[in-house]
C-alpha cells in the first residue's frame, strides 16, 4: 500500500519561498501521476499542479502559474513543490496526492498524504 507524507509547511511572510516535499513508501512512485492540492479554510479542495509518471508533462492551476514548480525524484520516491513568490491566497493545508490518471480532478486519486499547513502573512 502506496502511503505519502508532506512536509516543508510553515509560516512564511508574502514574497517568500517554501519547498514541500512528498515522500512515499511502500511502493514505488515511477508509475504514478502526483498531484499537489490544497484547501483553505471555508473553500473547496483545489489542484494546484500536477506531473506525470516520468516527468515529461507537468500542470499549473492560473493561480500559481510562473510561481510554483512541481518536480519528481524518482529514485527518492519523492516530488517536490518549489512555492515562490507567495501570497496570502496561497495559504492552506496543502496535499499530495497519486494516481494513474493525469488528471486535475481529485477523485482521480487513489492515495493522499495528510497534509501540510502554509501560512502566508505578513
Known amino acids: 500500500q502506496l502511503q505519502l507524507v508532506e512536509s516543508g509547511g510553515g509560516l512564511v511572510q508574502p514574497g517568500g519561498s517554501l519547498r514541500l516535499s512528498c515522500v512515499a513508501s511502500?511502493?514505488?512512485?515511477?508509475?504514478?501521476?502526483i498531484g499537489w492540492f490544497r484547501q483553505a479554510p471555508g473553500k473547496e479542495r483545489e489542484g494546484v499542479s500536477r506531473?506525470?509518471?516520468?516527468?515529461?508533462?507537468?500542470n499549473y492551476a492560473d493561480s500559481v502559474k510562473g510561481r510554483f514548480t512541481i518536480s519528481r525524484d524518482n529514485a527518492k520516491n519523492t516530488v517536490y513543490l518549489q512555492m515562490n513568490s507567495l501570497k496570502p491566497e496561497d495559504t492552506g493545508v496543502y496535499y499530495c496526492?497519486?494516481?494513474?490518471?493525469?488528471?486535475?480532478?481529485?477523485?482521480?486519486?487513489?492515495?493522499w498524504g495528510q497534509g501540510t499547513q502554509v501560512t502566508v502573512s505578513s
Open positions: 506531473i506525470s509518471s516520468h516527468a515529461s508533462s507537468t
Open positions: 511502500g511502493e514505488t512512485l515511477d508509475y504514478y501521476v
Open positions: 496526492a497519486a494516481g494513474l490518471y493525469y488528471s486535475d480532478y481529485a477523485d482521480r486519486y487513489d492515495f
